[in-house]
């Protein structure tokens, strides 16, 4: 309940502080789109492009939807975030690249829901990834491959290529991640932080491994799920396996307890020679449930 009358109270002292013709003014668009969380709050690029678009706002962080109109719309932002997921993991890199340009603000939307999503888990695999750089060489260069909102390079002193399909963030690179402009052999470590979802994920390990340096770091966290064949999903160590025969044939994996994700630590060979035919295993999708 407490939210709903904190809003409603800083309603009131909005529309003590606005005039009459002003509200006028407002009315027509403010009836669509729900009202920012603070009066003073400038739009976000994504919060403009969203309300352009007329999409319902997601609720902010930590916060239970209340009345029925929000509960709707926080299950139909559930549902839409959900199926945007479905289809990452199901098509190509090219497809998804292709599907979010024609629309930008559906990617607003997956990320949204993504943030949910993390917010549940009780330790997200990006923090334990900012941490390893944050306690390596912060002259080495990184790629995050399927950046999200770029937080790796938002929290590290080092230089960081953030890769992603969308951006309105200016120093992502978008790109489909199997090809990016990156040069070769120029980074020392690259990052793939739950974000091996195209059904071709092995062309982006192949892209991280032209543009690695010899003896360069490749991390990659993955949802439990889909490397635990308990759960169906694939054996871990012919994961790992695949990924040697790739040209990183030193690893550590930490599950760390943790029961969300698997975080795996490869070394570049000195000197790679891709095997070719590699035996990739499959990885399910990680389909959210409804809540
Ligand atoms: N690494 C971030 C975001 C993970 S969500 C974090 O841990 O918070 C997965 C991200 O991978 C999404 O932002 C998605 O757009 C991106 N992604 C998936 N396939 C991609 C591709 N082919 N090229 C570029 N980015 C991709």
Not at 5 to 29: I, L, N, V, Y
Not at 196 to 222: C, D
């Amino acid at each position: 309940m407490e939210p709903q009358q904190e809003s409603t109270a800083a309603g009131r002292k909005r529309r003590r502080r606005g005039g009459a013709g002003k509200r006028q003014k407002a009315s027509s668009s403010a009836q669509q789109a729900p009202p920012p969380a603070s009066p003073s709050d400038a739009p976000s690029q994504p919060e403009k492009r969203r309300r352009k678009a007329g999409e319902a706002a997601p609720m902010p962080k930590g916060r239970k939807p209340t009345s029925l109109l929000e509960k709707m719309r926080a299950r139909l932002a559930g549902g839409h975030f959900r199926m945007l997921n479905e289809k990452l993991y199901t098509c190509s890199g090219q497809d998804a690249f292709d599907y979010f340009k024609s629309e930008p603000k559906l990617f607003d939307v997956y990320h949204a829901g993504y943030q949910e999503q993390m917010s549940q888990w009780p330790e997200k695999p990006v923090n334990v990834i900012i941490n390893w750089l944050k306690s390596h060489n912060k002259s080495w260069t990184v790629a995050d491959f399927g950046c999200g909102n770029a937080a790796v390079a938002k929290n590290v002193k080092n230089k960081v290529f953030s890769i992603d399909l969308v951006s309105d963030d200016p120093s992502v690179i978008s790109c489909d991640m199997a090809h990016t402009p990156l040069e070769p052999s120029s980074v020392d470590v690259a990052i793939f932080c739950l974000s091996l979802m195209g059904t071709n994920f092995p062309s982006y390990l192949q892209e991280a491994n032209r543009v690695l340096k010899p003896s360069g770091w490749l991390l990659i966290a993955e949802v439990r799920s889909r490397l635990d064949p308990n759960t169906g999903g694939a054996d871990p160590d012919k994961f790992a396996e695949a990924i040697s025969q790739l040209g990183f044939p030193f690893f550590q994996r930490f599950d760390m307890n943790n029961k969300m994700f698997v975080l795996f630590y490869f070394k570049k060979k000195e000197k790679s020679k891709v095997v070719e035919n590699i035996d990739w295993p499959q990885l399910k999708p990680c389909l959210y449930k409804r809540r």
